[in-house]
């Protein structure tokens, strides 16, 4: 029993000195990441006001309470977003990657480029089918407009491709239009008479 109780107070010892010196944001975002991933329910009846105790009832320093984790809606992993954004194209996936790099992954992952190595990892991750060439499928995001070339092989999120992710979708991919206006068909000029009034 003592080895027991001595593996999780090392367990707890250890979640404590991880989680300590990240942000507040952050350590929602890992939390609840782990929950997801082992299957853990949140507690129902824990309360923020009392200190933590382990198993031997000595309190631990107190942490802020990360039940619930997350504001419904907020995301968290890369799944969850394109769940929420529903992408119908290679190229609308790898924006959405480059989108969550940039702004939405865990702070030891977020980046403002995206790499081949990272379509192939998201795209599994999100579950997405993985394009027939991987190289191929940044080259025809940034030739769609949402990407911008950095260097041989990176590749960064434009304008187009950030209001493409946080404003047009999924009410973009669902229309098909993959963030381009459809231009007006052009009419065909009159032809003018050839006889001219006397």
Do not use: C, W
């Amino acid at each position: 029993m003592s080895d027991e109780i001595e593996v999780e107070l090392q367990a707890i010892r250890t979640l404590i000195d991880t989680l300590q010196p990240l942000k507040f944001e952050v350590r929602d975002r890992v939390l609840d990441y782990v929950f997801r991933t082992m299957g853990i329910a949140a507690s129902a009846g824990a309360t923020p006001s009392a200190a933590p105790t382990n198993p031997m009832g000595v309190p631990v320093p107190h942490m802020p309470q990360t039940t619930p984790a997350l504001p419904q809606g907020t995301i968290v992993d890369v799944l969850t977003l394109k769940e929420q954004k529903q992408p119908t194209t290679a190229s609308q996936m790898v924006a959405l990657v480059a989108y969550y790099l940039a702004h939405l992954a865990p702070s030891e992952e977020r980046r403002n480029f995206i790499t081949v190595e990272d379509v192939e990892k998201y795209f599994v991750q999100a579950q997405f089918p993985l394009p027939g060439s991987l190289p191929q499928s940044l080259v025809h995001a940034k030739n769609a407009g949402y990407l911008d070339a950095v260097e041989k092989g990176k590749y960064r999120l434009n304008s187009v491709g950030h209001n493409l992710v946080a404003h047009k979708m999924p009410k973009e991919a669902n229309g098909g239009t993959n963030g381009r206006r459809k231009r007006a068909p052009r009419k065909a000029p009159k032809k003018s008479s050839k006889k001219a009034k006397r």
